[in-house]
């Protein structure tokens, strides 16, 4: 069974930082990222990261947001830093399987920052 499981969701203020982590099982991904979901918006992108390294983020959270990922722990991870009250969110994490190009989605974490 495939299985994206995140961790590392909270409340914080503005400009402090939180990390999340996804820890993947049942198959190995292509790409793996994190989106976000605010109440009333579509899903977005926050960034993805291929297995090769290669990294693209949202213009909305460069130079704050850090991917990274793990091959041997099948784990992604983003380090988030300078939050801000729009960053408020649903985190969920998101893999690429390789082969067939299925989607995954984990259950989603709640970020909250207030100001």
């Known amino acids: 069974q495939v299985q994206l499981v995140e961790s590392g969701g909270g409340s914080v203020q503005a400009g402090e930082s939180l990390s999340l982590s996804c820890a993947a099982s049942g198959t190995m991904f292509r790409i793996m990222g994190w989106y976000r979901q605010a109440p009333g918006k579509q899903r977005e992108l926050v960034a993805h990261?291929?297995?090769?390294?290669?990294?693209n983020y949202a213009d909305s959270v460069k130079d704050r947001f850090t991917i990274s990922r793990d091959n041997a722990k099948n784990t992604v991870y983003l380090q988030m830093n300078s939050l801000k009250p729009e960053d408020t969110a649903v985190y969920y994490c998101n893999g690429i399987r390789w082969g067939n190009n299925l989607n995954y989605w984990g259950q989603g974490t709640q970020v909250t920052v207030s100001s």
């Open positions: 990261i291929n297995s090769d390294g290669n990294i």
